[in-house]
């Protein structure tokens, strides 16, 4: 299954509910099942971004799809990067002509 590491930061709305975090990661959780995959971890971090996960899909068409829903909460903007094992990564660099 493909994984994807989101790169979390909070918007004005969001940072001023921050309460409410907990029941958004639980909704994020239940969205990523719901959609075949999972939220695998999770984290709260300091720097450029306020929050870090890595999660699973059945697709991109199924990861992009989470994360324009995501986006209709507003609380918070989502940057997505496609991950690729070591072992699938070395393999693409070793199909370069």
Same mark, same amino acid.
């Given at each position: 299954m493909p994984t994807y590491i989101l790169l979390i930061k909070w918007t004005e709305e969001g940072i001023k509910t921050v309460q409410d975090a907990p029941n958004r990661v639980e909704r994020a959780h239940s969205m990523w099942k719901s959609? +075949? +995959?999972a939220l695998k971890d999770f984290y709260f971090?300091? +720097?450029?971004y306020d929050m870090i996960a890595i999660a699973e899909a059945p697709s991109d068409e199924a990861a992009a799809k989470l994360a324009l829903k995501n986006g209709t909460y507003g609380m918070a903007r989502v940057e997505t990067l496609k991950a690729f094992p @070591?072992? @699938?990564g070395l393999e693409i660099i070793k199909g370069l002509p």
């Open positions: 959609a +075949g +995959g971090t300091f +720097g450029r @070591e072992a @699938e």
